[in-house]
């Protein structure tokens, strides 16, 4: 049976709903296909598969301080493109472990690069990649999925979903990544306590993240019911939210905490 977004057949024994995501081309650069050949291995996590090629084995699980190697609060990003926001963060707060999750290998290779330049050393070539960021790891998978069954219960202190696909067409929406079934698997795995912060430039999807948390008995909004968070310091300006900008459309940030 074809799926009715992307035409492309879809395995009956799986996935039966849309995904938030369609794979794209998996051309790197020069310096990116470098960076993934020679060192994804120090960051990339391997993850058994089920039927798909970014699924996740529902009888695997990411152990935190196996993979860290300590006991450390977790934040994890959904859908980290490009790498901007989960590198600066990891570069910035040794003291945390950060998992950044991403479908395309472009942007996982580009991650790995930046990681490069964030521990680089200035006294080699220039500031070439030396020290490597220890508390940070990436992961290629559907985050529902890996939310749903390989991270444990309560081991995530913070959850972030920048500027997610807005799937603006009406017949597309219902690709969203913010659902009601998805604020349920983030409450899974966030901590009591922990924070799930959100950010969208476009307006109609910025409602539709308000109207699933602010329905959920899982969570309060840190700054009022209905009410829009100031932008979050830890979220880089990146060239996306640019163009967004350039063209009109405003960023809103959103933070909700566990109860």
């Known amino acids: 049976m074809p799926d009715p977004v992307t035409s492309e057949p879809v395995d009956p024994r799986y996935r039966r709903q849309p995904v938030s995501f ?17 060192r994804r291995d120090r960051y990339l996590v391997d993850v058994p598969r089920g039927a798909a090629v970014t699924s996740v084995d529902p009888s695997w699980t990411f152990d935190p301080v196996q993979v860290f190697g300590r006991t450390a609060p977790l934040v994890v990003e959904i859908g980290s493109g490009q790498g901007e ?32 330049h964030a521990g680089a050393d200035p006294g080699r070539d220039g500031g070439a990649p030396g020290n490597e960021l220890d508390n940070l790891r990436l992961v290629q998978a559907d985050a529902a999925e890996l939310l749903a069954t390989a991270l444990p219960e309560a081991s ?10 807005p799937w603006h067409k009406s017949r ?19 901590r009591p306590g922990g924070v799930w912060r959100l950010a969208t430039d476009w ?12 329905a959920s008995d899982d969570f309060r909004n840190a700054h009022g019911p209905g009410e ?32």
Do not use: C, N
Request: hydrophobic content about 45%; aromatic content about 8%.
């Open 22 to 38: 369609v794979r794209r081309s998996a051309r790197l650069t020069t310096a990116q296909g470098k960076a993934w050949d020679t």
């Open 85 to 116: 926001a989960i590198v600066a963060a990891a570069a910035a707060h040794p003291e945390r472990d950060h998992l950044a999750v991403e479908v395309y290998t472009p942007g996982l290779a580009q991650t790995i690069v930046r990681a490069g």
């Open 156 to 165: 995530v202190d913070e959850l972030w979903v920048f500027f997610p696909d």
């Open 172 to 190: 597309h929406q219902k690709r969203r990544l913010v659902t009601p079934a998805f604020a349920e698997v983030v409450a899974r795995v966030l």
């Open 203 to 214: 307006s109609h999807y910025a409602d539709q993240m308000r109207e699933v948390l602010e």
């Open 228 to 259: 829009r968070a100031p932008r979050f310091e830890g979220r880089v300006l990146t060239s996306f939210e640019k163009k967004g900008s350039a063209a009109g459309r405003g960023a809103t940030d959103l933070e909700y905490v566990r109860r």
